[in-house]
Nanobody, 121 residues
Framework: VQLQASGGGLVQAGGSLRLSCAASRSTISDNAIGWYRQAPGEQRELVVVISSGGNYAEYKDSVKGRFTISRDNAKNTVYLQMNSLKPEDTAVYYC???????????????WGQGTQVTVSS
C-alpha cells in the first residue's frame, strides 16, 4: 500500500495544520496507519498510529495533547490535525501502513511522497 501525504505548509508557532493521507490505488481500511516525520539531519520517527477501525491511537509524548489522528475509511483517508505547532515540529511528514510486532510498529516497505511542514518562531 503506497500512501501520499498532503496538506503541509508554512505556519507560525502556535498555528495549526491538517494533514491528509490517502491511497489512490488500494484500500486502507484494513490497515493501521502511522504518521512519521523526518527533520533535516535526523532519522525518520513515528509520531502517531491509528488502528484500522479508528478506535485506538498511540501518540509520541511530544505531540500528545496537540496532535489528533483520525480516519475516514469511506474516503480512504487518514488525517492528522496539528495544533499549537512548535518550531521543533518542522519536518517532512509521511504516512504509511504499519504492522505491530510487540511494542514496535513496522512500516510498509514503500514510502510515498511526504509533505513539508515548516513552523516559524
Amino acid at each position: 500500500v503506497q500512501l501520499q501525504a498532503s496538506g503541509g505548509g508554512l505556519v507560525q508557532a502556535g498555528g495549526s495544520l491538517r494533514l491528509s493521507c490517502a491511497a489512490s490505488r488500494s484500500t486502507i481500511s484494513d490497515n493501521a496507519i502511522g504518521w512519521y516525520r523526518q527533520a533535516p539531519g535526523e532519522q525518520r520517527e513515528l509520531v502517531v498510529v491509528i488502528s484500522s477501525g479508528g478506535n485506538y491511537a498511540e501518540y509520541k509524548d511530544s505531540v500528545k495533547g496537540r496532535f489528533t489522528i483520525s480516519r475516514d475509511n469511506a474516503k480512504n483517508t487518514v488525517y492528522l490535525q496539528m495544533n499549537s505547532l512548535k518550531p521543533e515540529d518542522t519536518a517532512v511528514y509521511y504516512c504509511n501502513a504499519v504492522t505491530r510486532f510487540g511494542n514496535y510498529w513496522s512500516p510498509g516497505r514503500s514510502w510515498g511522497q511526504g509533505t513539508q511542514v515548516t513552523v516559524s518562531s
